[in-house]
């Protein structure tokens, strides 16, 4: 499952290094961090459970409505990514919240600013769906940011 | 929209009245209710636009696996309902969270106890996947339930 | 830390075996346990540090209460563990999250049935409060009730 | 009530402008907005029932903490607004679930950036706990830009 996930995260575009990269841009201010310690955390994130089956049915809804196979209104609401449509950020959650509340500010944070990788997914070119994608990616890197900090304080 | 979820959950085989009946049976001990009250606070959380949004999403998941139109293995873990998927449980709590936390609680009982239409959904018969319905449907009745109790005390 | 919240609630009249009971009660109709297995459960749970962060701030604001040291209207609203009051179970819910959103069923049924050590914690006798204990009680049971259904899948 | 928690807000050095100030900042790029719709819109969100609870909660907490009526090790914790400490946001969390989880997003972004009022609770000068303040006042402004965006939208 674990490698499904990643590949299936791959095909849409999402390498684990767009992830480790931006963990380590957002963790490194606060503790001792490489691109090899940020990647390790990104792959643990992704052997949990609630993590996988999350990236699994954000993707499988992005692809249904990129293959049109939902009915309207929603694919409409899909195909915008519309901004009063929540239930991509609340599948988010159940990735953030594995590693405790620490988790929300960062993936709210991520969510706004759209830095590296999140801003190609929500630039809706070419036919793409990323409405769940986006927020997932967002929410396995806040994640990882929280697993660090979690592990830091617990070796310290 | 709001006749169009309505039409949906009769499609899926949910009525207004099975939802209106268990409200009444969870809520009579606490406040005065009587069918007609019931009824009228289960409508009203169907016009707010996060619980449409959840329900267009859920059905849609389940009549995609319904249709083998979801790949492996997240179809045969929506076809099962396994225990370890908690997506569909996430999603009914955008509903429940709407009149504040003490949703929960019911939405959480009703689950577990699945009284009266949330027992039928649960079934699994003649092939139909309703895997995201029946939490929707709990959430539904329990987001009535706490409309009742803050309306309630409201008017005290 | 770890055994400063077991002492806690200790004082606070809930022991791990009080809890070990209902987790064995909860989950054994799903999988071979038995006491000493679910009491494992339960201290692994009191070792997360978000788990034990719910603790000492519940258990906190339930003595504060007790001792009058909060203003009105908060200390009343703490006092009767008023309906509408959903903050107790907020935090509760950020203790089930922790194993997935699969506890939240769990602890709302908990919350609502009061089964064991849950009634007496609730009877609000010889002035004093519960509010918060009640539910992070039941919380802590539904994340061990979650724990052990992920355990057993990861060892089939 | 509703004067009451303008009042405690007052005291605890955030007034109903710090927050509309920042509510106009943030959503004026996608509505039309000025500064007295936004003050609306801040005070019809501290009329909700949770928000007042949350409100009571927090600043009773902040200021037990201040007045060392707290027992360690949680008293450390509140005091230095520890990281690992997530209990403030989860909090907050029982604010912006209420206008939907679109507000998860801002509230992030604010916790995060701190931007004018969040600034100043955060500096931790002169003995003051604003442990638990500085994420409810975050999580009422993006609440109060939830309800706008949903307003415009029902208008539209």
Request: aromatic share 6%.
């Amino acid at each position: 499952m674990h490698d499904l996930v990643i590949s299936m995260l791959q095909q849409r575009g999402v390498s684990l290094s767009d992830m480790a990269v931006l963990v380590l841009e957002m963790q490194q201010k606060y503790v001792p961090l490489n691109y090899d310690i940020a990647l390790e955390h990104v792959k643990k994130v992704l052997e949990k459970r609630e993590v996988q089956n999350a990236i699994l049915t954000g993707i499988a809804i992005d692809q249904a409505a990129e293959a049109d196979l939902i009915d309207e209104p929603l694919l409409s609401i899909l195909k915008n990514d519309d901004a009063l449509y929540g239930i991509d950020e609340i599948l988010a959650l159940s990735i953030t919240n594995i590693y405790g509340t620490i988790g929300l500010t960062n993936f709210g944070y991520l969510d706004k600013a759209k830095p590296g990788i999140l801003a190609e997914l929500n630039s809706k070119t070419s036919g793409k769906v990323n409405t769940f994608l986006d927020d997932i990616v967002a929410a396995i890197i806040a994640a990882a940011c929280s697993r660090i900090a979690h592990s830091y304080e617990s070796n310290a």
